[in-house]
């Protein structure tokens, strides 16, 4: 990456304003003590680093800095990539020097200035993704937010042929069924708490088409399983027992994924395990 002397303390206290408050403008900087010869990109990083703090939407600020600082100067892909871990390092750096100046210079409150809003912005920053700060900051410089986007669509291009349904189904055509707690489908709580009625009311608003439930909706379907049960399922009339430890953990599992409710094997898949207020009801499973 690119280097080059930078002035390494762009803050909200050495930003020089004109008082022009319709159109105001900034006529210059003071405080050079920090100047370094550094990674060019560490001059956004440091600024972003101040200003992200305090606001309830650092990423977007970023991104807004970003933005009018590659239209002056505009970054590399590379640059671009570390911003938001230098961004960070910034931040680490700032907190350390702030509990070594305490230690030596308690009286002087000045030094902490920043302290409080530092951590409260590294807080913020653990909350982001990585990749999604990095997809922000592209999409502010104006490029495709996911770098290898382009590539995928080429290959994508070139391997049409090759691709095949997951399911033999038109899923465009799919119900976009709601098992969620306030889900109109489901029917009233009784309904929900008897597997029979559940699946009856499921299969009613389907109509026989392929359904899709929602990803990590909140459902009432399970609630915590005794530590001392065995759900017995039939299938093409032998029963099986599956141990209680084995079917939660299944049952939590796939009730955080895509579900699809369809014939795709020529049967009608049933709901297994529904909970009643002191007991459970066992419905049954099919392939």
């Not at 650092?58 to 970003?66: D, F, G, V």
């Not at 938001?84 to 700032?94: H, T």
């Not at 109509?207 to 049960?229: A, C, N, Q």
Request: aromatic share 10%; net charge negative.
């Amino acid at each position: 990456m690119r280097k080059s002397v930078i002035y390494n303390d762009a803050n909200d206290y050495n930003v020089l304003v004109n008082h022009d408050l319709d159109d105001p403008a900034v006529p210059g900087v003071i405080d050079f003590g920090d100047a370094v010869y550094s990674n060019t990109i560490n001059e956004l990083a440091i600024a972003a680093a101040y200003l992200a703090m305090d606001k309830p939407d650092p990423l977007e600020a970023i991104a807004q800095l970003t933005k009018g600082f590659h239209g002056a100067f505009p970054l590399s892909e590379k640059e671009a990539e570390a911003l938001f871990p230098l961004i960070g390092a910034r931040l680490l750096i700032s907190v350390t020097c702030s509990a070594i100046n305490i230690s030596e210079n308690p009286e002087n409150q000045y030094l902490q200035i920043s302290d409080r809003s530092a951590w409260a912005l590294m807080e913020k920053m653990r909350a982001i993704s990585p990749a999604f700060a990095h997809a922000t900051i592209r999409h502010a410089c104006g490029w495709e937010p996911c770098p290898t986007n382009t590539a995928f669509r080429h290959w994508i291009t070139l391997n049409q042929k090759n691709i095949s349904d997951i399911v033999p189904v038109d899923l465009g055509q799919a119900y976009w069924l709601d098992l969620s707690v306030g889900s109109a489908d489901l029917g009233n709580y009784a309904d929900i708490e008897n597997a029979t009625k559940l699946h009856r009311n499921i299969s009613e608003v389907m109509g026989g088409r392929v359904g899709i439930s929602r990803y990590d909706e909140v459902r009432l379907f399970i609630p915590p399983m005794p530590t001392k049960y065995a759900a017995t399922t039939a299938r093409n009339g032998e029963r099986y027992t599956l141990d209680s430890t084995f079917l939660r953990r299944l049952v939590l599992t796939y009730q955080r994924r895509l579900m699809v409710l369809c014939t795709v094997f020529r049967t009608t898949p049933r709901i297994a395990i529904m909970a009643q207020p002191s007991s459970w009801n066992t419905g049954y499973l099919t392939p």
